[in-house]
């Protein structure tokens, strides 16, 4: 079973950027692909992206297009969440997950990390 742990969250203005990290333990990270959520106070858990295995393909929620990108280093077992142009809205606890299904439901997630907090400030 893969172990995740986010980190790399914070503080940052309006228009600011942060990069996330997830570090995945075990030797099989490269066999799932991958997604990050987040989660707002009062909110449902929100689907941002995920990624291919190889890396080579990902997708993202609309409200994210643009703005936000997600990589992977295999060889370093860790997943990436690059946040650029950062609002005030984009305020939650992001997660990664191992994908276990087709879809965007937390359900089709597992092996969730701890979770890092992001406070954009107006």
């Given at each position: 079973?893969?172990?995740?742990?986010?980190?790399?969250?914070?503080?940052?203005?309006?228009?600011?950027?942060?990069r996330?990290?997830?570090?995945?333990?075990?030797?099989?990270?490269?066999?799932?692909?991958?997604?990050?959520?987040?989660?707002?106070?009062?909110?449902?858990?929100?689907?941002?992206?995920?990624?291919?295995?190889?890396?080579?393909?990902?997708?993202?929620?609309?409200?994210?297009?643009?703005?936000?990108?997600?990589?992977?280093?295999?060889?370093?077992?860790?997943?990436?969440?690059?946040?650029?142009?950062?609002?005030?809205?984009?305020?939650?606890?992001?997660?990664?997950?191992?994908?276990?299904?087709s879809?965007?439901?937390?359900?089709?997630?597992?092996?969730?990390?701890?979770?890092?907090?992001?406070?954009?400030?107006?």
């Amino acid at each position: 079973q893969v172990q995740l742990v986010e980190s790399g969250g914070g503080l940052v203005q309006d228009g600011g950027s942060l990069r996330l990290s997830c570090a995945a333990s075990g030797r099989t990270f490269s066999s799932y692909s991958m997604g990050w959520f987040r989660q707002a106070p009062g909110k449902e858990r929100e689907f941002i992206g995920s990624i291919s295995r190889s890396g080579g393909s990902t997708i993202y929620t609309d409200s994210v297009k643009g703005r936000f990108t997600i990589s992977r280093d295999n060889a370093k077992n860790t997943l990436y969440l690059q946040m650029n142009s950062l609002k005030p809205e984009d305020t939650a606890v992001y997660y990664c997950a191992v994908r276990v299904k087709s879809g965007g439901s937390p359900s089709d997630f597992g092996s969730w990390g701890q979770g890092t907090q992001v406070t954009v400030s107006s």
